[in-house]
């Protein structure tokens, strides 16, 4: 803040001076108990009567209380503890296990059994079966195979398929991961924006009570009207109001900020923003746009999903080409009647051929289904590329607008800084109302939660810009 020993010469050269004012005000306040102390107030380069508020950039600064968090912190710890997290993890760990089950129609399948049968010698069934109907007394134990040989490559085409997929379920865990990451990083600059703003209405409550403590000095030396008395104390209340409605929102960004990163506990943290001036925009959007069709996660799942269905539709087509398939048996009976089971063991090996006739059009059906489904995909990739290049340009021109506004806003403190200090003077020498105060202590209260949140609020859009082009760390 600029020193405001250079604003009074300037004042006095611009504000018509009432000279009968200036004649009697300094003997008003010699009369005053603490008129020493007053009267060098009123003629001090800088005023008192804001002291709490005049040096801002110290009121950002982080308390001694609390858990100090940064951002690349808090990003840590919500990729860590927020359970979406774990679940798209989770989620890509059971597409994998897909894989393998579909894989497994390519292996050969082994199946051991054990019979023992107590029957009726000889006995047969006569009804409900085709099969070799005669009931024998045995006991036996076999192991039976059976290989796919070839089914013209559907089984290949549904493997390719779910591996296609189980890479897309990994895209949609690293899109995840970038959503929290951008949630971390909005949640941290919301309650950042909101500790400042909590900042700004503490320093404005301690400054309008020292005013309201001097002008009530002086009303009661009957040097000023109750109505300044009035005023004063209306500026206090509507200081207080700010404190109780920006410690709400902090609290409440405080909730939003630990429900991202993870815990359902009300941990206090002083938030530190990075020291370093943030980065400047990109000139140009369209390199922005052509990084984000690259490495969107979610743009590459949505095409790894379409190559999967691709896949799938032309598996569906090839259940209308036969299967072959081998198939073996082998296996002992230690206990059996001789006169039926000559020999104690059996075996045998053969080729299967299946070949599909008609099946009521199911199979159509479903080739059909499976090529609708794969255009669908394919156009939910354009959908969703239509709206990266809409979302990317959005929040380029947001984050542009929210970098000029920052040197906006320090210009904006600066002057409110500067009639601030104007007002003050005038006040304290009689030649303005406290409306004139009032107003100018209002206009730099604004001023600086403006400021603060035109810094808080372009690093929030620099990372939803980081987030549409897929730069997320």
Known sequence: MRNRSLFLPLWLLLCPVDMRAQEIVPQQIEQLPDAPR???????PTSTLNSATTNFADSLRPDSTGKTL???????LALKNNPRISVATLLALAQKQ??????SALLPTLSGNLTGVDAEEASRISAGSLDASRLL???????DLNQLITDFGRTRNLVASSSFQAKASEQQSEATREDIVLAADLAFYNALEAQATLQVAKSTVKA???VGDQVNALTASKLKSTLDQSFAQVNLSQAKLLDLDSQNQFDAAMANLNEVLGTASNQQYQLVDDPSPPLPVAPSVDAIIALALRQRPDLLALKLNHVADVRFSQAQHEQLLPTISGLGTVGITPIGSSAYFTPNWYGAAGVNVGIPIFDGFKFHAQAAEADLRAKASDEQSRVLINRI???VR???LRANTAQQKMSVTEELLQEANTALDLADTRYRLGLSSIVELSQAQLQQTQAQIAEANARFDY???LAALRFQSGSQP
């Open 70 to 76: 940064t951002r690349q912190q808090a990003e840590q």
């Open 38 to 44: 007053l009267q060098a107030q009123a003629h001090q």
């Open 208 to 210: 309008r009570q020292a």
């Open 98 to 103: 897909v894989v393998r089950e579909t894989r």
């Open 389 to 391: 290049v809409r979302d």
């Open 137 to 143: 007394y045995h006991v036996g134990a076999g192991v």
């Open 459 to 461: 690093e929030a859009d």
């Open 394 to 396: 959005t929040a380029w």
